[in-house]
């Protein structure tokens, strides 16, 4: 529960939110049985991602909100095997190009596109996943539309976030849907690609789900 700027876990339920069915297979199997840990699949996207979430904390009252998944790293900040935990999430392609280069909605005046996440719950998170032998960093986890494929998008995206670790598709829908019923939200993510040229044979898939059910006990420590 957000109390004032202070978030105070409490014995309250936390939802915990997954793109697709595997990785909330692997969540759910690292957790302990009987957790007040809830885990949904609300698809891959942030439009899918923030109206799934949305319904889900519309039924019932949760303490917090971390959505968990496989990300790609940025190279030198998150190398595939890897665990990011969000200390910021941003919608890294949400705004307008511009002779200038990308315009954000902050820059546009249209709203929010980056919200940092409790620094307490973060720091806890990532010593509670250290204690689980997770190689662990924390850092801004980018959300953006389009998997990036080249060497020069990612380039361009870390010259423009260069505090971002890691990419992902979901994480700024679940920070909106959780905005709307003043839930906090966080961004768990286990490192199976680089971001770069795409080269799908070198994603690691299997083995950064493993890594989500490693870290699933984390979420019961830091969450309950
Ligand atoms: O391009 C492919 O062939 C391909 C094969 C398997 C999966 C994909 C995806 O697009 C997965 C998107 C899904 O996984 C998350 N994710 C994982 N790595 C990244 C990334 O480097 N950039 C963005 N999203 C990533 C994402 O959150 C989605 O849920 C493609």
Not at 153 to 159: P, Y
Not at 173 to 201: C, H, K, M, Q, T
């Amino acid at each position: 529960m957000i109390k004032g700027k202070v978030v105070e876990i409490t014995s309250m339920a936390t939802l915990v939110v997954t793109a697709v069915e595997a990785e909330k297979e692997a969540v759910v199997r690292g957790l302990p049985k009987n957790s007040a840990i809830e885990v949904i699949v609300g698809g891959v996207g942030i439009a899918q991602m923030a109206a799934n979430t949305a319904v889900a904390l519309s039924q019932h009252t949760y303490q917090a909100v971390v959505n968990v998944g496989i990300a790609g790293g940025f190279v030198e900040e998150a190398p595939v095997g890897s665990f990011v935990v969000a200390n910021e999430i941003i919608a890294a392609d949400l705004g307008a190009e511009s002779e200038k280069g990308f315009l954000s909605l902050e820059e546009l005046d249209l709203g929010v596109s980056r919200l940092a996440c409790d620094q307490t719950v973060v720091e806890r998170s990532v010593r509670s996943l250290e204690k689980l032998r997770l190689d662990v960093t924390e850092g801004a986890i980018l959300t953006t539309t389009t998997v990036t494929g080249t060497a020069s998008r990612a380039k361009l995206l870390k010259v423009r976030f260069p505090t971002a670790k890691a990419e992902a598709m979901e994480g700024y829908g679940v920070l909106a849907a959780a905005r709307l019923y003043n839930v906090p939200a966080f961004e768990w993510r286990s490192i199976s690609n680089v971001v770069g040229p795409r080269d799908r044979e070198k994603w690691k898939i299997k083995e950064a789900l493993a890594l989500l059910e490693q870290a699933a006990p984390a979420l019961v420590e830091v969450f309950s």
